[in-house]
Protein backbone atom coordinates (compact mmCIF):
# COMPACT_ATOMS: atom_id res chain seq x y z
CA UNK A 1 0.00 0.00 0.00
CA UNK A 2 2.79 2.56 -1.03
CA UNK A 3 0.30 5.31 -1.72
CA UNK A 4 1.55 7.97 0.41
CA UNK A 5 2.53 10.57 -2.35
CA UNK A 6 5.23 12.45 -0.74
CA UNK A 7 4.30 16.23 -1.16
CA UNK A 8 7.24 18.20 -2.43
CA UNK A 9 6.93 21.01 -0.22
CA UNK A 10 9.66 22.53 1.65
CA UNK A 11 9.62 21.21 5.54
CA UNK A 12 7.10 22.42 7.40
CA UNK A 13 8.75 24.52 10.56
CA UNK A 14 7.22 23.39 14.07
CA UNK A 15 5.43 27.48 14.58
CA UNK A 16 2.49 28.69 13.68
CA UNK A 17 3.82 30.53 10.03
CA UNK A 18 2.40 28.79 7.30
CA UNK A 19 5.01 27.39 4.96
CA UNK A 20 5.30 28.96 1.87
CA UNK A 21 3.91 27.05 -0.87
CA UNK A 22 6.45 26.09 -3.72
CA UNK A 23 5.58 26.39 -7.60
CA UNK A 24 2.98 23.55 -8.47
CA UNK A 25 4.54 20.07 -9.14
CA UNK A 26 3.26 16.79 -10.97
CA UNK A 27 0.26 16.88 -8.57
CA UNK A 28 -2.27 19.32 -7.82
CA UNK A 29 -2.27 21.86 -5.58
CA UNK A 30 -2.33 20.42 -1.89
CA UNK A 31 -5.62 20.79 -0.19
CA UNK A 32 -6.84 19.71 2.91
CA UNK A 33 -6.71 16.19 3.33
CA UNK A 34 -10.86 14.78 2.42
CA UNK A 35 -10.83 12.03 0.61
CA UNK A 36 -6.81 10.28 2.19
CA UNK A 37 -6.70 10.78 6.04
CA UNK A 38 -3.28 10.88 7.29
CA UNK A 39 -1.73 11.99 4.02
CA UNK A 40 0.23 14.40 5.43
CA UNK A 41 1.48 12.44 8.15
CA UNK A 42 4.57 14.23 8.21
CA UNK A 43 3.35 17.04 9.86
CA UNK A 44 1.79 15.30 13.00
CA UNK A 45 5.31 13.73 12.84
CA UNK A 46 6.79 16.84 12.88
CA UNK A 47 4.23 18.15 15.40
CA UNK A 48 5.31 15.32 17.44
CA UNK A 49 8.82 16.41 17.59
CA UNK A 50 7.91 20.20 18.17
CA UNK A 51 6.11 18.38 20.95
CA UNK A 52 8.65 16.68 22.70
CA UNK A 53 10.50 20.01 22.59
CA UNK A 54 7.74 22.06 24.08
CA UNK A 55 6.62 19.79 26.75
CA UNK A 56 9.47 17.36 27.49
CA UNK A 57 12.42 18.76 27.04
CA UNK A 58 11.93 21.39 29.89
CA UNK A 59 10.67 18.49 32.58
CA UNK A 60 14.22 16.96 31.24
CA UNK A 61 16.28 15.68 34.42
CA UNK A 62 18.86 17.22 35.89
CA UNK A 63 21.04 14.77 36.55
CA UNK A 64 23.77 13.74 34.27
CA UNK A 65 23.47 11.64 31.87
CA UNK A 66 25.58 8.45 31.62
CA UNK A 67 28.41 9.74 30.07
CA UNK A 68 28.98 12.68 32.16
CA UNK A 69 28.19 10.64 35.72
CA UNK A 70 30.90 9.00 34.58
CA UNK A 71 33.40 11.52 34.04
CA UNK A 72 32.22 13.20 37.35
CA UNK A 73 32.86 10.13 39.45
CA UNK A 74 35.81 9.12 37.99
CA UNK A 75 37.43 12.18 37.56
CA UNK A 76 37.57 13.16 34.27
CA UNK A 77 35.01 15.85 34.09
CA UNK A 78 37.35 18.63 34.09
CA UNK A 79 38.14 17.50 29.98
CA UNK A 80 34.77 18.46 29.03
CA UNK A 81 35.74 21.28 27.21
CA UNK A 82 35.22 21.92 23.58
CA UNK A 83 36.98 23.70 20.96
CA UNK A 84 34.87 26.38 19.26
CA UNK A 85 31.32 26.98 20.83
CA UNK A 86 28.41 26.45 19.07
CA UNK A 87 26.02 29.71 18.54
CA UNK A 88 23.65 27.90 20.74
CA UNK A 89 25.81 26.38 23.09
CA UNK A 90 24.23 24.55 25.82
CA UNK A 91 20.57 24.73 23.87
CA UNK A 92 20.50 28.24 24.81
CA UNK A 93 19.32 31.22 23.17
CA UNK A 94 21.87 34.09 23.97
CA UNK A 95 19.72 36.92 24.98
CA UNK A 96 16.75 35.04 26.36
CA UNK A 97 16.85 34.79 30.35
CA UNK A 98 14.29 32.33 31.12
CA UNK A 99 16.44 28.84 31.17
CA UNK A 100 12.94 27.10 29.87
CA UNK A 101 12.19 29.47 26.82
CA UNK A 102 15.23 29.38 26.03
CA UNK A 103 15.64 25.32 25.59
CA UNK A 104 12.45 25.22 23.93
CA UNK A 105 13.25 28.00 21.90
CA UNK A 106 16.41 26.18 20.85
CA UNK A 107 15.18 22.61 20.48
CA UNK A 108 12.63 24.15 17.76
CA UNK A 109 15.22 26.12 16.29
CA UNK A 110 17.33 22.93 15.98
CA UNK A 111 14.22 20.69 15.19
CA UNK A 112 14.03 22.72 12.03
CA UNK A 113 17.57 22.52 11.34
CA UNK A 114 17.93 19.04 11.02
CA UNK A 115 14.67 18.53 9.24
CA UNK A 116 15.94 21.19 6.69
CA UNK A 117 19.38 19.62 6.37
CA UNK A 118 17.96 16.19 6.18
CA UNK A 119 14.75 16.95 3.78
CA UNK A 120 17.77 18.59 1.64
CA UNK A 121 19.83 15.92 1.58
CA UNK A 122 17.12 13.27 0.91
CA UNK A 123 15.91 15.12 -1.50
CA UNK A 124 19.55 15.37 -3.50
CA UNK A 125 20.15 11.56 -2.66
CA UNK A 126 16.87 9.65 -3.00
CA UNK A 127 15.22 8.51 -6.49
CA UNK A 128 12.25 8.73 -7.82
CA UNK A 129 11.60 5.17 -8.30
CA UNK A 130 8.81 3.66 -10.70
CA UNK B 1 54.05 20.25 24.20
CA UNK B 2 50.23 18.37 22.70
CA UNK B 3 47.93 19.48 19.90
CA UNK B 4 45.62 20.98 23.20
CA UNK B 5 48.04 23.06 24.31
CA UNK B 6 48.86 24.83 21.02
CA UNK B 7 45.46 25.13 20.31
CA UNK B 8 44.64 26.61 23.92
CA UNK B 9 44.88 30.41 22.49
CA UNK B 10 42.10 29.97 20.35
CA UNK B 11 39.76 27.60 22.36
CA UNK B 12 37.03 28.69 24.24
CA UNK B 13 35.95 26.24 27.01
CA UNK B 14 32.05 25.55 27.22
CA UNK B 15 30.19 25.04 30.30
CA UNK B 16 28.59 21.32 29.28
CA UNK B 17 24.85 20.77 29.48
CA UNK B 18 23.56 17.74 31.40
CA UNK B 19 22.73 16.59 27.88
CA UNK B 20 26.45 15.81 26.89
CA UNK B 21 28.13 13.50 24.47
CA UNK B 22 31.69 13.31 24.71
CA UNK B 23 34.00 16.61 24.11
CA UNK B 24 37.01 16.92 22.42
CA UNK B 25 39.32 16.72 25.29
CA UNK B 26 37.94 13.33 26.31
CA UNK B 27 39.81 11.38 23.78
CA UNK B 28 43.63 12.27 22.85
CA UNK B 29 44.15 13.24 18.94
CA UNK B 30 45.32 9.74 17.15
CA UNK B 31 42.19 7.92 18.89
CA UNK B 32 39.51 10.97 17.22
CA UNK B 33 41.37 10.69 14.30
CA UNK B 34 41.00 7.45 13.58
CA UNK B 35 37.49 7.41 14.44
CA UNK B 36 36.99 10.13 11.73
CA UNK B 37 38.17 8.43 9.76
CA UNK B 38 36.11 4.97 10.18
CA UNK B 39 32.90 7.47 10.27
CA UNK B 40 34.09 9.05 7.21
CA UNK B 41 34.35 5.65 5.25
CA UNK B 42 30.62 4.76 6.52
CA UNK B 43 29.25 7.73 5.89
CA UNK B 44 30.28 7.79 2.00
CA UNK B 45 28.77 4.51 2.06
CA UNK B 46 25.95 5.23 3.66
CA UNK B 47 25.82 8.33 0.61
CA UNK B 48 26.45 6.03 -2.03
CA UNK B 49 23.71 3.23 -0.88
CA UNK B 50 21.23 5.59 0.12
CA UNK B 51 21.25 7.36 -3.66
CA UNK B 52 21.29 4.04 -5.16
CA UNK B 53 18.65 2.27 -2.87
CA UNK B 54 16.57 4.63 -1.36
CA UNK B 55 12.85 5.91 -2.96
CA UNK B 56 11.99 9.70 -2.72
CA UNK B 57 8.70 8.64 -0.58
CA UNK B 58 11.67 8.19 1.91
CA UNK B 59 12.43 11.40 2.03
CA UNK B 60 9.73 13.17 4.70
CA UNK B 61 10.12 10.19 6.90
CA UNK B 62 14.00 10.99 6.62
CA UNK B 63 13.32 14.83 7.86
CA UNK B 64 10.38 13.44 10.34
CA UNK B 65 13.08 10.90 12.55
CA UNK B 66 15.84 13.01 12.32
CA UNK B 67 13.35 16.03 13.99
CA UNK B 68 12.19 13.17 16.19
CA UNK B 69 15.32 11.49 17.02
CA UNK B 70 16.63 15.49 17.67
CA UNK B 71 14.21 16.42 19.89
CA UNK B 72 13.93 13.13 21.94
CA UNK B 73 17.67 13.12 22.47
CA UNK B 74 17.13 16.30 24.55
CA UNK B 75 14.66 14.46 26.83
CA UNK B 76 16.67 13.13 29.45
CA UNK B 77 14.96 10.20 31.37
CA UNK B 78 15.90 9.72 34.98
CA UNK B 79 17.54 6.24 35.25
CA UNK B 80 19.21 4.97 38.13
CA UNK B 81 20.05 7.23 41.26
CA UNK B 82 21.54 10.32 39.93
CA UNK B 83 22.05 9.56 36.83
CA UNK B 84 19.86 10.52 33.23
CA UNK B 85 19.34 8.76 29.98
CA UNK B 86 18.59 9.94 26.94
CA UNK B 87 17.37 8.21 23.75
CA UNK B 88 19.81 7.02 20.50
CA UNK B 89 17.09 5.70 17.99
CA UNK B 90 19.62 3.96 15.56
CA UNK B 91 17.91 1.25 15.82
CA UNK B 92 14.35 2.85 15.49
CA UNK B 93 15.54 4.90 12.35
CA UNK B 94 17.20 1.84 10.67
CA UNK B 95 13.95 -0.15 11.00
CA UNK B 96 12.26 2.43 8.93
CA UNK B 97 14.36 3.60 6.50
CA UNK B 98 17.11 0.92 6.23
CA UNK B 99 20.88 1.50 7.80
CA UNK B 100 22.27 3.22 5.26
CA UNK B 101 19.85 6.22 5.16
CA UNK B 102 19.55 6.16 9.34
CA UNK B 103 23.24 6.47 9.63
CA UNK B 104 22.67 9.71 7.12
CA UNK B 105 19.80 10.76 9.40
CA UNK B 106 21.74 9.54 12.70
CA UNK B 107 24.94 11.42 11.86
CA UNK B 108 22.88 14.77 10.64
CA UNK B 109 21.84 14.92 14.31
CA UNK B 110 25.16 14.50 15.87
CA UNK B 111 26.72 17.26 13.75
CA UNK B 112 23.69 19.85 14.26
CA UNK B 113 24.29 19.09 18.01
CA UNK B 114 27.89 19.62 18.14
CA UNK B 115 27.96 22.32 15.49
CA UNK B 116 25.70 24.46 16.82
CA UNK B 117 24.40 23.42 20.22
CA UNK B 118 28.26 22.72 21.08
CA UNK B 119 26.85 19.24 22.39
CA UNK B 120 29.79 17.32 21.73
CA UNK B 121 32.92 18.27 20.21
CA UNK B 122 34.32 18.41 16.44
CA UNK B 123 37.25 16.83 16.99
CA UNK B 124 35.80 13.92 18.52
CA UNK B 125 32.52 13.88 16.42
CA UNK B 126 33.52 11.14 14.40
CA UNK B 127 33.95 9.03 17.61
CA UNK B 128 30.32 10.08 18.68
CA UNK B 129 29.03 9.03 15.05
CA UNK B 130 30.80 6.22 15.35
CA UNK B 131 29.26 5.09 19.30
CA UNK B 132 25.76 6.35 18.84
CA UNK B 133 25.07 6.00 15.54
CA UNK B 134 26.99 3.69 13.17
CA UNK B 135 26.89 0.61 15.73
CA UNK B 136 23.08 1.65 16.26
CA UNK B 137 22.28 1.95 12.59
CA UNK B 138 24.56 -0.63 11.59
CA UNK B 139 25.23 -3.07 14.41
CA UNK B 140 21.73 -2.57 15.62
CA UNK B 141 19.96 -3.15 12.88
CA UNK B 142 22.07 -6.58 11.84
CA UNK B 143 20.93 -7.73 15.26
CA UNK B 144 17.37 -6.60 14.50
CA UNK B 145 17.30 -8.57 11.68
CA UNK B 146 18.51 -11.77 12.99
CA UNK B 147 15.95 -11.71 15.86
CA UNK B 148 13.15 -10.98 13.23
CA UNK B 149 14.23 -14.00 11.92
CA UNK B 150 14.57 -16.11 15.24
CA UNK B 151 11.12 -14.64 16.52
CA UNK B 152 9.10 -16.10 13.10
CA UNK B 153 9.60 -13.20 10.85
CA UNK B 154 9.48 -9.33 10.82
CA UNK B 155 6.11 -8.69 11.19
CA UNK B 156 5.44 -11.06 14.29
CA UNK B 157 9.15 -10.35 15.49
CA UNK B 158 9.28 -6.64 14.97
CA UNK B 159 8.37 -4.78 18.14
CA UNK B 160 10.54 -7.36 20.79
CA UNK B 161 13.50 -7.57 18.01
CA UNK B 162 13.37 -3.69 17.97
CA UNK B 163 13.52 -3.21 21.75
CA UNK B 164 16.53 -5.81 22.37
CA UNK B 165 18.36 -4.60 19.48
CA UNK B 166 17.71 -0.87 20.84
CA UNK B 167 19.24 -2.01 24.19
CA UNK B 168 22.22 -3.52 22.85
CA UNK B 169 22.96 -0.76 20.38
CA UNK B 170 23.10 1.49 24.15
CA UNK B 171 25.21 -1.00 25.81
CA UNK B 172 27.74 -1.54 22.33
CA UNK B 173 28.02 1.94 22.33
CA UNK B 174 28.91 2.53 25.76
CA UNK B 175 31.45 -0.24 25.34
CA UNK B 176 33.20 1.74 22.36
CA UNK B 177 33.15 5.16 24.35
CA UNK B 178 34.76 3.32 27.37
CA UNK B 179 37.57 1.52 24.79
CA UNK B 180 37.74 5.01 23.41
CA UNK B 181 38.81 6.46 26.82
CA UNK B 182 40.96 3.89 28.28
CA UNK B 183 42.85 4.14 24.95
CA UNK B 184 42.45 7.89 25.22
CA UNK B 185 44.16 7.50 28.67
CA UNK B 186 41.30 9.07 30.06
CA UNK B 187 40.37 6.53 32.46
CA UNK B 188 41.56 3.68 33.41
CA UNK B 189 39.92 0.28 32.21
CA UNK B 190 38.74 -1.05 35.48
CA UNK B 191 37.13 2.31 36.06
CA UNK B 192 35.37 3.06 33.62
CA UNK B 193 33.92 -0.09 31.60
CA UNK B 194 32.51 -1.07 34.13
CA UNK B 195 30.88 2.10 35.48
CA UNK B 196 29.30 3.17 31.90
CA UNK B 197 28.38 -0.33 31.60
CA UNK B 198 26.58 -0.51 34.63
CA UNK B 199 24.56 3.10 34.02
CA UNK B 200 23.99 2.13 30.29
CA UNK B 201 22.21 -1.13 31.02
CA UNK B 202 19.68 0.62 32.29
CA UNK B 203 19.70 3.47 29.73
CA UNK B 204 19.01 1.00 26.85
CA UNK B 205 15.84 0.08 28.80
CA UNK B 206 14.52 3.22 28.00
CA UNK B 207 15.71 3.25 24.66
CA UNK B 208 13.87 -0.23 24.23
CA UNK B 209 10.71 0.69 25.24
CA UNK B 210 10.67 4.21 23.36
CA UNK B 211 12.08 1.96 20.60
CA UNK B 212 9.18 -0.34 20.90
CA UNK B 213 6.45 1.99 21.85
CA UNK B 214 7.50 3.91 18.83
CA UNK B 215 7.46 1.54 16.45
CA UNK B 216 3.87 0.54 17.72
CA UNK B 217 2.02 3.82 17.19
CA UNK B 218 3.74 3.86 13.64
CA UNK B 219 2.44 -0.56 12.93
CA UNK B 220 -1.17 0.85 14.18
CA UNK B 221 -1.38 4.51 12.42
CA UNK B 222 0.57 4.22 9.38
CA UNK B 223 1.71 0.70 9.17
CA UNK B 224 2.35 1.83 5.30
CA UNK B 225 5.22 3.88 6.60
CA UNK B 226 6.59 0.75 7.68
CA UNK B 227 7.50 -0.70 3.97
CA UNK B 228 9.25 2.48 2.63
CA UNK B 229 12.70 0.64 3.85
CA UNK B 230 14.34 -0.13 0.40
CA UNK B 231 14.72 -4.02 0.77
CA UNK B 232 10.74 -4.20 2.12
CA UNK B 233 9.91 -1.44 -0.57
CA UNK B 234 11.71 -3.92 -2.86
CA UNK B 235 10.40 -7.37 -1.53
CA UNK B 236 6.53 -5.67 -2.20
CA UNK B 237 7.60 -4.52 -5.75
CA UNK B 238 8.69 -8.55 -6.52
CA UNK B 239 12.05 -7.36 -7.63
CA UNK B 240 15.09 -8.22 -6.09
CA UNK B 241 16.63 -5.53 -3.33
CA UNK B 242 19.31 -4.13 -5.22
Known sequence: MAESQA??????????????????SAEPAPKPDRGRPGRRWWVAGIAIAALVVVVLAPLASSDPDGLQ????????????????????????????????????LSGLLGVAIVLGVMYVLGRVLARRRA | MDFYSITTAARLAVRVPPEMHAADRFLSVPVAIVFWVITAVVIGIAVQRTNRNLDERSVPLMGVMAAFIFAAQMFNFQVAGGTSGHLLG????????????????????????????????????????????IIGTLGGFALYRLLCGLFGGEDRGRIPAAAIAGWASVVAGAIAM?????????????????????????????????????????????????????????????????
Open chain 2, 90 to 133: GVLAAVLLGPWAATLVMACVIAVQALVFSDGGLVVMGANIFNMA
Open chain 1, 69 to 104: RVAIDQGFIGQAQNFISGLLAGYAIPGIDDPRLSKI
Open chain 1, 7 to 24: TPEPAAEPKPDPASEPAP
Open chain 2, 178 to 242: SLELIVSGTSPAEVVLPAMLGVHIFIGVGEALVTAAALAFIATARPDLLDLRPDRAARLAGAAPA
